[in-house]
């Protein structure tokens, strides 16, 4: 799988817009783009995942520049709940493509009151 | 939403024990995982199950059996315990090849 990048930490003052991007400037034409988060002592939570095109859903948007070698998740009014820290992954999406699963470190979003 | 419920958030074995960790999904996922979190280690595959009474080995398996007996349980089973095996354990359920995984919230075990 693509490797990403992602800066070690950011802060966001609460009611702003969070945006968190990503390079995968390695990433091949079926490697999807998807977005974790964790927040400490809990288990990784699901965001959002896109192929190609910009994807929102009730928790944040996904914008994949044209060239699909970067991305930036957009958490819309941050809170201090959306204290965690963010991983941008890029797989595979086959059958049997378990293994590719992999957190690298990810950025600590700090939301600030 | 998709519940993945894990039965204990920390757990305290001492070193040879037979340890079961729990793991029951509600959503009728096919598709379920064991994984282990170390720092600057990631999350490391261990087992996983596209279907009941199917299981298959991951990354690191060594130590480790799974039993998926039901669709929505898939249990995670240190033989017997060691040190090394501390660590916290995380179960994750998918639906389709494309899903997004959901985690349960962990289970952090102590090997003593």
Redesign the interface.
């Known amino acids: 799988d693509a490797k990403t990048t992602q800066p070690p930490s950011m802060d966001c003052a609460e009611g702003r817009a969070a945006n968190l991007p990503c390079n995968h400037s390695t990433i091949s034409g079926n490697e999807?783009v998807?977005w974790?988060r964790q927040i400490h002592?809990?288990?990784?939570?699901?965001?959002?995942?896109g192929l190609k095109n910009n994807e929102t859903n009730e928790m944040a948007s996904l914008i994949i520049t044209e060239d699909r070698k970067s991305s930036t998740l957009i958490l819309p009014h941050a809170t201090l709940r959306d204290t965690a820290v963010y991983y941008c992954i890029v797989r595979v999406?086959?059958?049997?493509?378990?293994?590719q699963?992999?957190?690298?470190s990810g950025t600590q979003l700090t939301v600030l009151p | 939403d998709v519940k993945?419920t894990q039965s204990s958030r920390y757990l305290v074995k001492r070193t040879g024990e037979k340890v079961f960790l729990e793991c029951v999904q509600d959503m009728d996922h096919e598709?379920m995982?064991w994984?282990r979190?170390d720092p600057g280690l990631?999350?490391r595959?261990i087992y996983?199950s596209?279907d009941v009474k199917m299981k298959?080995k991951?990354?690191i398996p060594e130590g480790y059996s799974v039993s998926r007996e039901k669709k929505e349980r898939f249990s995670l089973i240190l033989e017997s315990a060691s040190t090394n095996q501390t660590s916290m354990y995380?179960?994750?359920s998918r639906s389709g090849?494309?899903d997004?995984?959901?985690?349960?919230?962990?289970t952090?075990l102590t090997v003593v």
Do not use: M, W
């Open positions: 999807y998807y974790y002592s809990q288990g990784p939570q699901y965001i959002i995942h999406a086959l059958s049997g493509s378990a293994r699963l992999t957190f690298g | 993945v598709n995982f994984y979190q990631g999350l595959l996983f596209y298959e991951g990354d995380l179960c994750a090849s494309k997004g995984y959901t985690f349960g919230s962990g952090r």
